[in-house]
């Protein structure tokens, strides 16, 4: 009983198929989704065989091994195809920094705060950054309350991460958006 896997001699990185089922024994299920039991592995694959169908480990982790009578490559297709939705309706969530300096303007922040606002929409994390330079070291005050203005305006869709860290000549906060319910 030596015929091959469909698709090939090689086995799948990710499922045994057939004859490279190394297991004694396996749970069974059938074709149309019943459970026929624990079998020999050579008695599985003689059943397989006769309905012109393949045996795939689906549950390696279990004990024994469940393994199921079906067609190999429509299995595959319908994984790949699952894979493939899955990875359409996931959203990567990106860093987007919004600059600031301690001398800023009021409109100049409120745009800063729009553009933050928009990010946060979005479902991205935002970075709030104070730049000092110079003198301005002397006065990390104004830029944190700076920091807590924009914190306290966004506070209706987003809580910050962490706390306000200072880096070098650098302030910065971290803001996630809130989660919806």
């Known amino acids: 009983?030596?015929?091959?896997?469909?698709?090939?001699?090689?086995?799948?990185?990710?499922?045994?198929?057939?004859?490279?089922?190394?297991?004694?024994?396996?749970?069974?299920?059938?074709?149309?989704?019943?459970?026929?039991?624990?079998?020999?592995?050579?008695?599985?694959?003689?059943?397989?065989?006769?309905?012109?169908?393949?045996?795939?480990?689906?549950?390696?982790?279990?004990?024994?091994?469940?393994?199921?009578i079906i067609n190999f490559s429509k299995f595959k297709y319908e994984m790949e195809k699952k894979e493939k939705e899955a990875k359409k309706k996931q959203k990567i969530s990106h860093i987007k920094e919004v600059r600031i300096r301690p001398r800023i303007g009021e409109h100049d922040l409120e745009v800063k705060i729009k553009h933050a606002r928009e990010f946060i929409a979005e479902g991205d994390r935002v970075q709030l950054t104070a730049m000092f330079s110079g003198?301005?070291?002397?006065?990390?005050?104004?830029?944190?309350?700076?920091?807590?203005k924009i914190k306290e305006s966004l506070v209706d869709i987003a809580e910050p991460e962490g706390r306000t860290s200072l880096m070098g000549t650098r302030l910065s906060l971290i803001l996630i958006p809130k989660n919806k319910k």
Do not use: W, Y
């Open 1 to 68: 009983m030596s015929r091959l896997p469909r698709g090939g001699a090689v086995e799948n990185k990710r499922f045994r198929i057939n004859q490279f089922i190394r297991d004694p024994e396996v749970r069974l299920v059938d074709s149309d989704g019943k459970m026929l039991g624990v079998v020999k592995t050579f008695d599985a694959l003689s059943k397989a065989q006769a309905k012109d169908l393949d045996l795939v480990e689906i549950s390696p982790q279990a004990n024994p091994p469940v393994c199921k």
């Open 135 to 148: 003198r301005e070291m002397q006065h990390k005050d104004l830029g944190i309350k700076i920091m807590d």
